[in-house]
């Protein structure tokens, strides 16, 4: 009787392994999804990461020099960081950062791991400093504005967008829509200058529109681009 006891505890701890053993999580596969680490300064860099195997995932970027003693950091979102609780983070490129290293500590139902360690490299952009603009039609009297900008050339940017304004008077000079019509009197013509990537325009950029010398400003869009 004893003997048959035994016996059957030790079956019993044996089945107790087994699932023990077929039940245990592995560690999840981190894999990067997108990666732009060499931004221009001034622009956004950013790192998609791509975690299967794993349920009840939470990330967190942290920040600091990972070959030392000291602590990596937590990041929030903030002026510089964006979706630092999420797979998807983002860094505008500024040289206050530049020496920093980054990762991730993604938590899962069956503990947590880290991600590679990255590190951003932000470069300097070149300045235009000259813009030339060809292909543009001048108002002719009784004809409406042509804001199809397909005929449009430039080098080293993209026309994003242009309005015609007019005609201009002592006090303003309103916004035409595409269906006013030019009449007698002086017009003005903005063009939204999207630089090509890397590139940048100042007040000091030498600009001209068939030939006609023009302004450049600098200004920033709804999306954050100049």
């Not at 490129?93 to 590190?119: M, N, P």
């Not at 300097?124 to 804001?147: E, H, L, Q, T």
């Not at 002592?170 to 030019?182: E, F, N, Q, W």
Request: negative net charge.
């Amino acid at each position: 009787m004893t003997k048959r006891v035994i016996s059957l505890i030790l079956s019993l701890l044996v089945i107790m392994c087994a699932v023990s053993v077929t039940t245990a999580q592995a560690a999840p596969v981190v894999s990067v999804e997108s990666l732009a680490i060499t931004p221009y300064m001034g622009s956004i860099g950013e790192i998609k990461l791509k975690v299967t195997g794993a349920t009840d995932v939470t990330y967190q970027w942290q920040a600091g020099f990972f070959d030392s003693t000291f602590d990596p950091v937590d990041l929030d979102d903030n002026e510089y960081y964006i979706g630092t609780k999420t797979n998807h983070f983002k860094i505008l490129a500024s040289g206050e950062l530049d020496t920093l290293d980054f990762r991730c500590k993604i938590t899962y139902d069956g503990g947590k791991v880290y991600s590679q360690v990255f590190h951003f490299t932000f470069l300097d952009p070149k300045v235009i400093s000259r813009a030339y603009v060809v292909g543009v039609d001048a108002p002719v009297f009784g004809y409406g504005p042509k804001y199809k900008t397909d005929d449009i050339l430039s080098e080293q940017y993209d026309l994003d967008r242009m309005v015609w304004y007019g005609p201009i008077n002592d006090s303003s000079a309103p916004l035409m829509k595409s269906t006013d019509v030019y009449l007698a009197g002086k017009y003005k013509c903005r063009f939204y200058l999207d630089p090509a990537e890397g590139y940048t325009f100042n007040e000091n950029s030498d600009c001209s529109v068939d030939g006609i010398i023009c302004k450049v400003y600098s200004e920033k869009s709804d999306d954050g681009t100049t």
